[in-house]
């Protein structure tokens, strides 16, 4: 299976999300537990992954559904409030969030599409449906072009140079200034985006960009989701992670994932 490198980042950032990284300590020591799991992060980019199985990205009403499908179905694996609000309401009407939530799930979309364009494109659909305003917007499109810059062979410093055109993201903080220590917990597009980006552009394969992004600190489980979906672009997932990842998934999330790899190859 492929286009899991979010799910695997969320799996082991989850374990830091409300119990942070020492920071006093080295990246290097940062132990990617196996104890980890599966969280909004990982379930609702499975839902957008179901969404492009579906129809290809061209009906949103359609994602607005598949949200609430796998969202009711996995209630307990820790929505941020605004959005379990609206899960459980009864409008598919979107609720103004500029949270991370939008770039946290919107990995397929740069995977399935055959342009840049239509990956943000894909993008700002996958995000509107509940992130209608345009920090949302824009850190939903900002990981998804990153990924489809790193998976059509950008290099790094291309990557950086292009993303901080495109997005006005400050992508030249020393990464030693990243994360809690300088703004305290912070869960929007705004901040954990560029801050995912520059744990990818700081590590240097796809555990040590992992390592970066919890030891940052922070919302530690969507940080690690964003950079190791676009450290998979780039670098792969390392075969033994993939293999240990392949039966931990339940049934129905690797019946999507799967077919998903399909669809993807046939385009």
């Not at 459980?88 to 939530?101: A, I, K, R």
């Not at 239509?118 to 209608?132: D, F, G, Q, R, Y």
């Not at 990464?175 to 809690?180: D, I, N």
């Not at 240097?204 to 970066?212: A, E, H, L, S, V």
Request: hydrophobic share 35%.
């Amino acid at each position: 299976m492929n286009y899991i490198g979010g799910i695997i980042g969320d799996y082991y950032g989850s374990v830091y999300e409300f119990n942070n990284f020492d920071r006093t300590k080295t990246v290097f020591d940062v132990e990617l537990t196996k104890s980890g799991e599966f969280t909004d992060d990982s379930v609702l980019t499975v839902a957008v992954m179901d969404w492009l199985n579906c129809c290809g990205g061209t009906d949103t009403n359609l994602l607005g559904k598949k949200l609430k499908q796998w969202g009711k179905q996995y209630g307990y694996v820790g929505y941020g409030p605004r959005f379990k609000k609206w899960l459980n309401s009864d409008t598919y009407e979107p609720f103004g969030s500029f949270g991370n939530g939008s770039a946290m799930r919107v990995s397929p979309c740069a995977y399935y599409a055959n342009t840049l364009e239509e990956c943000l494109e894909l993008a700002e659909k996958s995000a509107i449906v509940t992130h209608n305003t345009d920090n949302g917007v824009t850190g939903a499109k900002a990981i998804a072009e990153a990924i489809y810059l790193a998976r059509s062979g950008a290099g790094k410093e291309d990557m950086k140079r292009i993303l901080a055109e495109d997005f006005v993201y400050d992508l030249d903080k020393p990464f030693e200034e990243l994360g809690t220590e300088s703004h305290g917990f912070d869960a929007t597009c705004q901040i954990t985006v560029p801050e995912a980006i520059m744990c990818f552009l700081n590590g240097f394969d796809f555990i040590d960009t992992i390592k970066k992004s919890i030891w940052i600190g922070g919302d530690s489980d969507t940080i690690a989701c964003m950079a190791g979906s676009i450290a998979e672009a780039y670098y792969g997932i390392p075969h033994c992670v993939m293999e240990e990842f392949k039966s931990r998934f339940p049934q129905d999330m690797k019946d999507v994932i799967i077919k998903f790899n399909e669809n993807v190859l046939r385009r």
